[in-house]
């Protein structure tokens, strides 16, 4: 599977990944769902749930129809913590060690190189993420997506990736 990000410079990059084993990939997906548990319900929480039902028209609740919502009806905001979303979010990055970064950068190469080996970055992981941070996120980001390591939130692996 591959993808492509484009780096601090504009330039593209591309990437291609071999999904994660189950063995594996259990634990991260088990890690990270439980990493954004927390600003989930720090959003979702002031929220009144009847208030989405109403917002929704009696529709089933799922991320897909809160953001919708949301779209029609954006004074259900209005009930949101800024503040305690922005708190947990920081906790969120904190508590993202190195260890996770690599573990989910595993089987990924960068413009045909790979990023980890043995579970320590390599030297392409070095140079390509100096001063370079926002690109690495999309590719952890995408890394995440195509494992379906985010199941809380409903994130799945898209039956075809996208070309690059």
Known sequence: MDFTVKDSSGAS???DLTRHPGSEGMCLAL???GLVIEPLTAAAGPILVS???AAMGGAKISVGGILSSLRHDPTILEGLDSAGIGRAARGVLASL???TIYALLRYVNRDGTP???NGRPTGAFDEAYSGNYT??????????S???FFPVVGT???AKPAAS
Not at 135 to 144: K, N
């Open 13 to 15: 990059h591309r990437y």
């Open 31 to 33: 890690f990270l769902s």
């Open 51 to 53: 208030t989405l039902v």
């Open 97 to 99: 060690d190195d260890a």
């Open 115 to 117: 990023l980890v080996h």
């Open 135 to 144: 690109e690495l996120g999309l590719a952890l980001w995408q890394v995440a």
């Open 146 to 148: 195509i494992n379906g």
């Open 156 to 158: 799945s692996a898209p």
